[in-house]
């Protein structure tokens, strides 16, 4: 699962504002964009394209992964996407992602 857009518009300005209060100096925004796309984003990871041993496409477009530092106190909006919890502290959800950049001001990389 990744974090749903839908429910990032319904939080109130409190809730996001809360969010971005745990995510600033505490998390890592990656990108990772097929070679296709010439992204310049800066910090991006371009990715090559290919297949799968089941023969899908590995790459169809943009992916923004949060990478949170320290999961202590963590928003219940976040904390129900977190993967891989204690190691890596991944969350997905491009949309979403890309709106909490937006909303905060944050960039691909540390914020």
Known sequence: MALKFNDWVALSTKEKNNIVSFLTNNC??????????????PGNYPIEEG??????????????????????GIPPFLETELKERGTKNRIG?????????????FKVGNN
């Open 28 to 41: 890592k925004i990656d990108l990772e964009t097929p070679v296709r796309n010439k992204s310049t984003i």
């Open 51 to 72: 297949t799968t041993i089941g023969g899908y496409d590995m790459k169809f477009g943009e992916e923004y992964r949060i990478y949170v530092k320290n999961i202590f």
């Open 93 to 105: 959800g491009s949309d979403t992602i890309k709106a909490i950049m937006t909303y905060a001001g």
